[in-house]
């Protein structure tokens, strides 16, 4: 693990990428992160998260800029600029029922082929997957999802990366950082190595490899 300036994230993220990005309509997401993306203008990125929160925060202000191709997510309701775009026909959306994109993720991390799930069976969630039937009963096969880079946002992490998350904003994010190839982390403050409770640690440092954006 390496801590590193949000000046050096111009380097690890690139043109094309697909990243994963925590949060609930921007509770979680690294605000920090995300506005040194638009900084640098990188673009053409497939972003995978719950939503694109709205068009003044989180994921929401990268669409806003233009800088995503595609988002695979379970819900743009709140963002109307995420709307007009797949309109027009500018943005590619790919609606995802919001338990089946966990799941998907999670699948990704641990190293699953897929999952099988009732939901979207017999609607338009169905149109080009392999149905299973089990027993009876139908099933999608749903398959996993992996990124470039995962961008988390933590409340503390210690030297060695073992992070903690602050009550509900943790939600996707410990999922996210199983299931890509390179995590970066923004948190708000880092504690020496021991003073955290391993109850309270959510995300391992094992999986973690940069830290950025510390509050000062």
Do not use: W
Not at 95 to 108: K, S
Request: glycine letters at 10%.
């Amino acid at each position: 693990m390496k801590i590193i300036d949000l000046s050096e994230i111009s380097n690890l993220i690139k043109e094309g990428s697909t990243i994963m990005i925590g949060g609930f309509l921007g509770v979680g997401t690294p605000e920090k992160i995300i506005d040194e993306i638009i900084k640098n203008k990188i673009k053409n990125l497939t972003v995978i998260a719950n939503d694109t929160a709205f068009e003044d925060k989180g994921i929401g202000k990268l669409v806003k800029n233009k800088l995503c191709k595609k988002v695979i997510v379970s819900h743009i309701g709140t963002n109307p600029e995420t709307q007009r775009q797949m309109i027009e026909g500018t943005l590619q959306v790919e609606l995802v029922p919001q338990g089946t994109l966990a799941e998907r993720i999670r699948a990704g991390g641990v190293g699953l082929g897929g999952i099988l799930t009732p939901t979207g069976v017999g609607t338009i969630v169905e149109e080009g997957k392999q149905i299973i039937e089990i027993e009876g009963k139908k099933y999608l096969l749903e398959l996993p999802l992996r990124a470039d880079i995962a961008l988390i946002k933590a409340k503390k992490a210690d030297y060695l990366g073992n992070l903690v998350f602050n009550l509900t904003a943790e939600n996707f994010n410990p999922l996210m950082a199983l299931s890509a190839d390179t995590v970066i982390v923004e948190v708000e403050e880092i504690v020496p190595t021991g003073s955290l409770s391993p109850n309270e640690i959510k995300i391992p440092g094992v999986v973690v490899d940069y830290i950025v954006g510390v509050e000062k």
